[in-house]
Structures are given as structure tokens and as C-alpha cells.
């Protein structure tokens, strides 16, 4: 009866060290503040579509505009299943540095603009009152791995659409994964 419990205890931190090592055994990217999609069937990180990506503006009234970030095509060329959730990776540029600072998630509308079809969404709305940003961002939180990497937890459950990642510091030369 006695070894019963160094039985359980010792149990207890096999599972610890177990899953504690799980969460942590993900490959570190190769290059900063370039998310990257985790294939959990092949272990192995994954590029996100690198799109050229543009700044438009347009007039929605007599005196008021928009300021608008889009991509050209209807869709992007990679696809999650909805059924489960993409895991996705990020190193930041160095180890103190904030995830948050640096990555957004923003969900596209797909429009037709002059005859194009383009994901865009709108970065600010300006009139006679001033301007004000309108970013609409879906939650993001990162679970250290180590120093400088992070798995990116999503804040809600992603429906269908068009989605991404973008650096809120880069707002007159955009990027987009």
C-alpha cells in the first residue's frame, strides 16, 4: 500500500515532463515577425501566402474617405480546415520583445473595386470631423515557447473568410501573411 503513492507521484510527473515537453517541442522559424503555419500531421512550419500587398484611398462622401489595405484575387492560396484550428508560430525580432506590438489579425472583405476582385479591409475613415482608425482586430494571445518564439493562440474561433496577419507598425509600406 505504501508504494502506491510514490506510484501516483511518480506518474504525476512523467505526465508533467510529458506534457510539458509537448507544448514546447515546436520548430523555431528562421527568420522575425514572419508567422508561420504548424502542420501538426508533418511536424514542420509552414509559409502563409506572401501577397503584394497595397494602400488604396477612396471618397465615401462629399468631404470624408476611407483608407483601405487590400490584396489583389478573391481568395488566398492557403486553406485551413474549419473544422480545426490553424496553430501558427512567431519569433519576434528579439527576446524581449512584445508579440502584441507587432502582429495583428484582421479578418478581409472580399470586394469588387473598378472591376477587380480584392480582400481588403479599411485602416481609417476620415472626414470633416478628423480622422480615426477603424481596424477592426480579432484577439490575439501567445503562449511562450521560448525566449523570442511563441505559439499564436487565436482569441475566438476563426469562421470562414479571408484572414491576415499584418504588422501595425507598417502602416504606409503594409505586409501580409
Same mark, same amino acid.
Given at each position: 500500500?505504501?508504494?502506491?503513492?510514490?506510484?501516483?507521484?511518480?506518474?504525476?510527473?512523467?505526465?508533467?515532463?510529458?506534457?510539458?515537453?509537448?507544448?514546447?517541442?515546436?520548430?523555431? @522559424?528562421? /527568420?522575425?515577425?514572419?508567422?508561420?503555419?504548424?502542420? &501538426?500531421?508533418?511536424?514542420?512550419?509552414? $509559409? +502563409?501566402?506572401?501577397? %503584394?500587398?497595397?494602400?488604396?484611398?477612396?471618397?465615401?462622401?462629399?468631404?470624408?474617405?476611407?483608407?483601405?489595405?487590400?490584396?489583389?484575387?478573391?481568395?488566398?492560396?492557403?486553406?485551413?480546415?474549419?473544422?480545426?484550428? @490553424?496553430? /501558427?508560430?512567431?519569433?519576434?525580432?528579439?527576446?524581449? &520583445?512584445?508579440?502584441?506590438?507587432?502582429? $495583428? +489579425?484582421?479578418?478581409? %472583405?472580399?470586394?469588387?473595386?473598378?472591376?477587380?476582385?480584392?480582400?481588403?479591409?479599411?485602416?481609417?475613415?476620415?472626414?470633416?470631423?478628423?480622422?480615426?482608425?477603424?481596424?477592426?482586430?480579432?484577439?490575439?494571445?501567445?503562449?511562450?515557447?521560448?525566449?523570442?518564439?511563441?505559439?499564436?493562440?487565436?482569441?475566438?474561433?476563426?469562421?470562414?473568410?479571408?484572414?491576415?496577419?499584418?504588422?501595425?507598425?507598417?502602416?504606409?509600406?503594409?505586409?501580409?501573411?
Amino acid at each position: 500500500m505504501k508504494s502506491a503513492p510514490k506510484i501516483i507521484l511518480l506518474i504525476i510527473i512523467f505526465n508533467s515532463i510529458f506534457i510539458s515537453n509537448a507544448q514546447t517541442n515546436f520548430p523555431e @522559424p528562421d /527568420f522575425s515577425n514572419v508567422p508561420m503555419y504548424y502542420d &501538426e500531421v508533418t511536424k514542420e512550419l509552414k $509559409n +502563409l501566402e506572401r501577397p %503584394q500587398v497595397d494602400v488604396g484611398m477612396r471618397a465615401t462622401g462629399f468631404t470624408s474617405g476611407e483608407q483601405y489595405v487590400y490584396i489583389e484575387g478573391l481568395t488566398s492560396t492557403v486553406k485551413f480546415s474549419q473544422e480545426k484550428q @490553424p496553430v /501558427f508560430i512567431f519569433k519576434t525580432s528579439t527576446p524581449s &520583445e512584445d508579440p502584441q506590438s507587432v502582429l $495583428n +489579425l484582421v479578418k478581409m %472583405q472580399v470586394n469588387d473595386h473598378k472591376g477587380k476582385t480584392q480582400r481588403e479591409y479599411i485602416l481609417a475613415k476620415a472626414g470633416m470631423a478628423g480622422a480615426k482608425s477603424t481596424v477592426k482586430l480579432i484577439g490575439l494571445d501567445f503562449q511562450r515557447i521560448k525566449p523570442g518564439v511563441y505559439k499564436v493562440m487565436l482569441g475566438e474561433e476563426l469562421g470562414a473568410g479571408e484572414y491576415v496577419f499584418s504588422d501595425p507598425n507598417k502602416t504606409a509600406n503594409p505586409r501580409a501573411f
